[in-house]
């Protein structure tokens, strides 16, 4: 066989495995539900969280919400998960959708406690 032949077989070779670790780390980075997993959100969002990855944390949580759109435990969760993350914008306007259901529930009190160090000048969470 040329060496041109070689080339050919070792190119070939290098690009099956570059093909094969591709799909190989497609399957392993895919997202799938914590509930098609039959893991609770939250507590894979508290895992998350826990270890420091908001970004991990807002990914399964808005996952949820669109199995669960009213869950307000999910809502507020993921209201952490943006506080911890520094998404000052996401944050308000999920508490602003949440403040008519919790205004009047001790968790609001934190919820504007957390609005307030985000953003500081926010009537929302005067």
Same mark, same amino acid.
């Given at each position: 066989?040329?060496?041109?032949?070689?080339?050919?077989?070792? *190119?070939?070779?290098?690009?099956?495995?570059?093909?094969?670790?591709?799909?190989?780390? =497609?399957?392993?980075? =895919?997202?799938?539900?914590?509930?098609?997993?039959?893991?609770?959100?939250?507590?894979?969002? !508290?895992?998350?969280?826990?270890?420091? *990855? +908001?970004?991990?944390?807002?990914?399964?949580? #808005?996952?949820?919400?669109?199995? !669960?759109?009213? *869950?307000?435990?999910? @809502?507020? $969760?993921?209201? =952490?998960?943006?506080?911890?993350?520094?998404?000052?914008? !996401?944050?308000?306007?999920?508490?602003?959708?949440? @403040? +008519?259901?919790? !205004?009047?529930?001790?968790?609001? #009190?934190?919820?504007?406690? $957390?609005?307030? $160090?985000?953003?500081?000048?926010?009537?929302?969470? =005067?």
């Amino acid at each position: 066989m040329e060496l041109a032949g070689y080339e050919l077989l070792l *190119n070939a070779s290098l690009l099956g495995g570059v093909a094969y670790l591709l799909a190989y780390w =497609r399957r392993q980075h =895919r997202f799938v539900k914590a509930s098609a997993r039959g893991i609770d959100p939250i507590g894979e969002a !508290e895992v998350f969280l826990f270890s420091h *990855n +908001p970004k991990a944390a807002i990914r399964v949580l #808005q996952a949820a919400l669109q199995d !669960e759109p009213h *869950n307000v435990a999910i @809502q507020v $969760t993921l209201l =952490r998960a943006f506080a911890e993350g520094g998404k000052a914008k !996401e944050y308000r306007q999920l508490a602003a959708h949440l @403040q +008519p259901q919790l !205004e009047q529930q001790a968790i609001w #009190q934190q919820i504007r406690k $957390t609005g307030q $160090t985000l953003l500081p000048h926010d009537e929302l969470f =005067r």
